[in-house]
């Protein structure tokens, strides 16, 4: 972000502590608690093996997330629900050559749309799979503002607007429909302005929710700048 309106990046060595904590923090078969010296979650692995992939990428490469990925991929086949489905959608993010088709038929037959057939049709569009968005324009909803939105208000990790609001964008992205993806971006945003009389709570409710939804839409919204940016010259 600060690339792209001209501002010098000064938190290297804030990125380079956190990389060496969560290496210092890795438990000896490659997997993380949620604490130091907490025993491991497969939940938490995942997320941490998401980060520190996110990290390789921006240049900050360590030796646990191979170390990590080792330990997932031999966890793969005990995993099951939605952690199961979660650590395959984290394979199919950062490129993990698998047999993706095999690996989704026990999803094939789900009856409605959920976290888990949005996870499924997201990951069969990655994976240049066969996939329908009639779901997507079926259940699609919309605010006073022209905001689209998808699921129900709700206290769970997998089940709320935002998590299939998120997982929305990410299949229109990924299947090249890039006119869907404004009005998507538009809840969001009205999301942020919620004030305390709206419903049960105000803006994101947590800093790994606005952390998910800032991930996923700042590339585009920066791409945008730029196109307005080249536009005035």
């Given at each position: 972000?600060?690339?792209?309106?001209?501002?010098?990046?000064?938190?290297?060595?804030?990125?380079?502590?956190?990389?060496a904590?969560?290496?210092?923090?890795?438990?000896?078969?490659?997997?993380?608690?949620?604490?130091?010296?907490?025993?491991?979650?497969?939940?938490?692995?995942?997320?941490?093996?998401?980060?520190?992939?996110?990290?390789?990428?921006?240049?900050?490469?360590?030796?646990?997330?191979?170390?990590?990925l080792?330990?997932?991929?031999?966890?793969?086949?005990?995993?099951?629900?939605?952690t199961?489905?979660?650590?395959?959608?984290?394979?199919?993010?950062?490129?993990?050559?698998?047999?993706?088709?095999?690996?989704?038929?026990?999803?094939?037959?789900?009856?409605?749309?959920?976290?888990?057939?949005?996870?499924?049709?997201?990951?069969?569009?990655q994976?240049?799979?066969?996939f329908?968005?009639?779901?997507?324009?079926?259940?699609?909803?919309?605010?006073?503002?022209?905001?689209?939105?998808?699921?129900?208000?709700?206290y769970?990790?997998?089940?709320?607007?935002?998590?299939?609001?998120?997982?929305?964008?990410?299949i229109?992205?990924?299947?090249?429909?890039?006119?869907?993806?404004?009005?998507i971006?538009?809840?969001?945003?009205?999301?942020?302005?919620?004030?305390?009389?709206?419903?049960?709570?105000?803006?994101?409710?947590?800093?790994?929710?606005?952390?998910?939804?800032?991930?996923?839409?700042?590339?585009?919204?920066?791409?945008?700048?730029?196109?307005?940016t080249?536009?005035?010259?």
């Amino acid at each position: 972000i600060q690339e792209a309106i001209g501002q010098p990046f000064t938190e290297e060595k804030a990125i380079q502590k956190m990389v060496a904590l969560l290496r210092q923090r890795q438990l000896a078969d490659g997997s993380w608690g949620w604490w130091g010296g907490s025993p491991r979650n497969q939940w938490m692995t995942i997320y941490v093996i998401r980060a520190l992939h996110a990290a390789k990428e921006a240049g900050y490469e360590t030796e646990a997330l191979e170390k990590g990925l080792l330990f997932l991929t031999n966890q793969l086949s005990s995993l099951r629900g939605s952690t199961r489905l979660e650590a395959i959608a984290l394979f199919s993010e950062i490129g993990q050559n698998m047999d993706y088709a095999a690996l989704l038929a026990p999803y094939d037959t789900l009856p409605s749309l959920d976290w888990n057939t949005l996870t499924t049709t997201l990951i069969k569009a990655q994976q240049g799979l066969p996939f329908h968005l009639d779901s997507l324009a079926k259940y699609r909803q919309e605010t006073l503002f022209g905001g689209h939105y998808w699921g129900q208000e709700g206290y769970g990790f997998y089940h709320n607007q935002q998590q299939y609001s998120l997982l929305a964008y990410r299949i229109y992205r990924t299947a090249g429909q890039k006119e869907a993806l404004a009005p998507i971006r538009q809840f969001f945003l009205e999301q942020r302005h919620r004030g305390p009389g709206y419903h049960w709570r105000a803006g994101y409710r947590n800093t790994f929710e606005a952390a998910l939804i800032l991930r996923t839409i700042i590339p585009d919204l920066l791409e945008d700048y730029r196109q307005d940016t080249a536009l005035n010259f």
